[in-house]
């Protein structure tokens, strides 16, 4: 593939990553929690990643031409996000709680990263329609190889912003834990308002 293009790809990608979102608040809550934030990370690229692969694979072309399928992962993925969204509203995130988390809750925030980008269709749906634009059916490289390069630099973009956006939490949030509170509030309701759009968008 052409450097241009990948670069082109990249700056398209950034600007989708740089967007607040479900991601951003989820990260902004592991950062509040301290040690949490890469694993919160990791299971985000992991849906990501998976995404990716459906696409590469030609999956995503086949549940996007199947509605019902597409409207079962948008509901899971709504309802996913008002619950997350309800529990850090009613529980915001506070600093000083990170020191009553147990050892085992890294793969815990994982597993909720994955299921936050995994079962977001907006993400599916991005990529379905994204990646293929900037794939050269005359390049001696395979169409899903080229899709799945393209879904590299996105994770790259993505690992970088959401590490600053976690970490960043951390380092203003963790000493305010007023702030850290309002913070946690306004993220869990970002993820609830993405769930009922989500929700509305299937109804209309």
């Known amino acids: ?8 790809f990249w700056a398209v990608s950034l600007l989708f990553v740089i967007t607040p979102g479900a991601d951003w608040a989820y990260a902004i809550s592991a950062g509040m929690r301290g040690r949490w934030v890469m694993p919160a990370v990791a299971g985000m690229l992991s849906g990501h990643f998976l995404a990716t692969l459906v696409v590469a694979a030609g999956v995503g072309s086949l549940i996007a031409g199947h509605p019902l399928a597409l409207s079962l992962l948008t509901l899971a993925g709504s309802a996913y996000l008002l619950w997350l969204g309800g529990n850090l509203l009613l529980r915001p995130a ?9 050892a085992g809750s ?31 059916p005359s390049s001696t490289w395979p ?9 590299l ?16 939490a951390k380092a203003v949030l963790r000493s305010r834990p007023a702030a850290a ?6 993220s869990g309701s970002a993820m609830m308002v993405i769930g009922v759009s989500l929700i509305a968008g299937q109804l209309i």
Request: proline letters at 5%.
């Open 1 to 8: 593939m052409a450097i241009s293009v990948l670069a082109a």
């Open 94 to 102: 506070a600093p000083e709680a990170a020191q009553a988390d147990e």
């Open 106 to 136: 890294g793969a815990r925030w994982a597993l909720k990263g994955f299921c936050v980008s995994g079962l977001n269709p907006k993400v599916f749906l991005l990529f379905l329609a994204l990646l293929p634009q900037f794939t050269d």
């Open 143 to 151: 169409l899903p190889l080229q899709i799945l390069l393209l879904g």
């Open 153 to 168: 630099v996105h994770l790259f973009s993505s690992l970088v912003v959401y590490l600053l956006v976690g970490y960043g």
């Open 181 to 186: 509170r309002l913070v946690g509030r306004v």
